[in-house]
């Protein structure tokens, strides 16, 4: 185990709450179909910013993490590991969360325009281009399913290539991922893609069948984690020497990025080419070094092992599964109360954290659940009473 990437993972999995929660009181755009008139711009903040660097920060992980398999066990044992830790949990929890979720966003719809419990599907706001069957925020692990057979097939091909040709692409990301640069040509390619997108930011749509731009862009992150795997001896010492730079690097350039996609949002279809590929080119690139930036802090800060931090690094796979219902369900229980949207926040996130924390003590920690998305068939190792 390597305590610095489990924390960092686990922190990643824990801000799912505090973003999902915000979506419910923005002022911008409907991304989701439910919303509190009680908004907030933190709210728009919030999720625009945990949005640059959550999922990717994920993605490279989980390339990491394969490669270490990869290593250790081997190609076939790496995909029989992601089937049993990736895919067997999607298989079992993805229709009940989608029965789940969908009747509480029923509810949800219902009290926030009649203020009564009630299901009216009429009621529920259209999302464009939403997929009607989606794979939810289980997105992640569907795709990374996915992932990791394109990893299979690669490494099963990359015998079959020139050395030159596999040493060439080994080299480029070592480059990438150490020179001053490197960030800036990274970046390139997702803006791209993500200027073909209506705010220049490339939107998940949680379909069973992905479009190629959504492949390309997280594969982009798990590959870099993949050879981050590979040159770890360098690039983690790197990124632990100069976390502080990467981190107001990234800040700048976040702050920056933010102010163009502000342009962006408010011209629409009108805003320039030039606009939106800035726009697009500057996201990702805020996304890349924050990227770094948190890998070299938690490398600095999080590369310990006690007995909360392993408690929540045990339960974050739990709390990602299930933390969408308590967002959701909060959400609507609090959406009639007078209260200002940040104390909404605040009690939902609270709520929500209590309840997938005592839902994970009593019922998954040391229960074959637990054992299953945990890999681990022994008993806990962290004592409850501390």
């Known amino acids: 185990r390597d305590p610095a990437l489990d924390n960092l993972r686990a922190l990643m999995m824990w801000l799912g709450i505090v973003l999902h929660v915000a979506v419910n009181h923005m002022t911008g755009p409907l991304i989701v179909p439910w919303r509190d008139q009680a908004t907030t711009p933190l709210a728009d903040l919030i999720v625009a910013v945990i949005h640059v660097f959550r999922m990717p920060m994920f993605l490279m992980l989980a390339g990491y993490f394969v490669a270490l398999l990869v290593q250790r066990r081997g190609a076939a044992q790496m995909l029989r590991h992601r089937l049993r830790r990736v895919g067997l949990p999607f298989l079992m929890f993805w229709p009940l969360l989608f029965v789940l979720t969908g009747m509480l966003v029923l509810v949800y719809a219902h009290l926030a325009a009649r203020g009564t419990l009630g299901l009216d599907v009429s009621l529920v706001p259209q999302i464009p281009h939403a997929a009607l069957i989606s794979t939810l925020h289980l997105w992640f692990l569907y795709q990374l ?4 057979f394109l990893t299979f097939a690669a490494l099963w091909l990359a015998p079959r290539l020139p050395a030159r040709l596999r040493a060439g692409v080994s080299s480029a990301f070592l480059q990438l991922g150490q020179r001053p640069w490197g960030f800036a040509l990274l970046a ?33 992150f798990y590959a870099f984690g993949y ?105 609507a229980l609090l959406v009639s109360a007078s209260l200002p949207a940040e104390l909404k926040m605040l009690l939902n996130i609270l709520a929500t954290t209590a309840a997938a924390l005592v839902s994970y003590h009593f019922c998954v920690r040391g229960k074959p659940i637990g054992r299953l998305l945990s890999g681990n068939s022994a008993a806990p190792r962290t004592d409850p009473a501390r």
């Open 145 to 148: 399913m996915g992932l990791a």
């Open 188 to 220: 390139l390619p997702l803006g791209l893609i993500g200027i073909h997108y209506p705010y220049a930011v490339l939107a998940v749509s949680g379909s069973f069948l992905p479009p190629l731009g959504e492949w390309l862009h997280h594969g982009a």
């Open 227 to 331: 050879f981050l795997y590979v040159h770890r001896t360098q690039l983690l010492a790197h990124y632990r020497t100069w976390a502080v730079r990467y981190a107001w690097a990234a800040a700048l350039v976040c702050i920056a990025s933010l102010g163009l996609l502000q342009a962006v949002l408010l011209n629409g279809s009108a805003s320039g080419i030039a606009t939106r590929a800035a726009a697009a080119w500057a996201y990702n690139a805020a996304t890349w070094l924050t990227c770094f930036a948190l890998l070299g802090l938690a490398l600095r800060h999080l590369n310990r092992q006690s007995p909360a931090l392993r408690y929540l690094a045990e339960s974050s796979y739990w709390v990602y599964l299930v933390h969408m219902l308590g967002t959701i369900g909060f959400g």
